[in-house]
T-cell receptor, first 114, second 113 residues
């Protein structure tokens, strides 16, 4: 089955600086890669996703890059703000019927230092 | 207001008792999932269902059971056979196939006392 590894497990950055979180996956058949943000005591919320036919996707201060050859993808947050502090999870899945279940990384606790 | 609702938010159970966690969605999603979250271990898949009356075991199904009698509902029972049930449980749903974005509920924190 799929295995997703995520690094680092904790990350502290000064407000206004950039944060980068990296994930690798094992199953070359995976073709959908979402990123979730989880605030304390709440369920994860999707912040951005990318499919394997695209190398990069950007939404305001958040961007995701995908390298299919190396089987890794990364989340980039620019101009970080205190409200970006949360736990971030990457995930991977396939979009063919029977394989849509998401496999998650172990999470990154991001702390923005004012 | 469309969404996915888990209840209760907090649940206490005595050792040896079964307990059922509720998950309801009104998003008309075909697929539903149960994940368990422990500190430092991310989200691990317990069970998932792609259509009504069908479900499959995930990575950590032992000690759990589910049913999917209605499209909107996917309850999870934590049985007495689950040796370490204290955890945060998350339910999710997605459209399935090409509509893979998963929406999560707010979670149920189960504590065995």
């Amino acid at each position: 089955g799929e295995n997703v590894e995520q690094h680092p497990s904790t990350l502290s950055v000064q407000e206004g600086d950039s944060a980068v979180i990296k994930c690798t996956y094992s199953d070359s058949a995976s073709n959908y890669f979402p990123w979730y943000k989880q605030e304390l005591g709440k369920g994860p919320q999707l912040i951005i996703d990318i499919r394997s036919n695209v190398g990069e996707k950007k939404d305001q201060r958040i961007a995701v890059t995908l390298n299919k050859t190396a089987k890794h993808f990364s989340l980039h947050i620019t101009e970080t703000q205190p409200e970006d502090s949360a736990v971030y999870f990457c995930a991977a899945s396939q979009t063919n019927f029977g394989n849509e279940k998401l496999t998650f990384g172990t999470g990154t606790r991001l702390t923005i230092i004012p | 207001d469309g969404g996915i609702t888990q209840s209760p938010k907090y649940l206490f159970r005595k050792e040896g008792q079964n307990v059922t966690l509720s998950c309801e969605q009104n998003l008309n999603h075909d697929a539903m999932y149960w994940y368990r979250q422990d500190p430092g271990q991310g989200l691990r898949l317990i069970y998932y269902s792609q259509i009504v009356n069908d479900f499959q075991k995930g990575d950590i199904a032992e000690g759990y059971s589910v049913s999917r009698e209605k499209k909107e509902s996917f309850p999870l029972t934590v049985t007495s056979a689950q040796k370490n049930p204290t955890a945060f449980y998350l339910c999710a749903s997605s459209g399935g196939r090409l509509n893979t974005e998963a929406f999560f509920g707010q979670g149920t924190r189960l504590t065995v006392v």
